[in-house]
């Protein structure tokens, strides 16, 4: 079982950037694909951005793109997402996914591991 544990939300206003963290529990997941997800109040969760295992490849929604970075450090166990520019329409929980065979897939069922999320609020 992994256990994944996001940081780094918080409010900031448009314009401004934060660092999202996911990290597992009680496992190593440089082996998994991981991607971030987000739901706004109301809405249905989305896929914003995907990772191999090995880093080498990435992909975005379209709303993201030149904004948001997907990033991963595997000796620290740990994927990152770099936000910047952001807007008041980027205001979500945050949750990362992670599943040995996918990284890009973007139906939420896909997903074998979640974690509970981290709420981002953007101002205007």
């Known amino acids: 079982q992994v256990q994944l544990v996001e940081s780094g939300g918080g409010l900031v206003q448009a314009g401004g950037s934060l660092r999202l963290s996911c990290a597992p529990s009680g496992r190593t997941f440089s082996s998994y694909g991981v991607a971030w997800f987000r739901q706004a109040p109301g809405k249905e969760r989305d896929f914003v951005a995907g990772?191999?295992?090995?880093?080498?490849?990435?992909d975005y929604v379209d709303s993201v793109k030149g904004r948001f970075t997907i990033s991963r450090d595997n000796a620290k166990n740990t994927v990152y997402l770099h936000m910047n520019s952001l807007k008041p329409e980027d205001t979500a929980v945050y949750y990362c996914a992670a599943d040995r065979y996918k990284w890009r897939v973007r139906t939420t069922t896909a997903w074998q591991y979640w974690g509970q999320g981290t709420q981002v609020t953007v101002s205007s």
């Open positions: 990772i191999s295992w090995s880093g080498a490849s990435t």
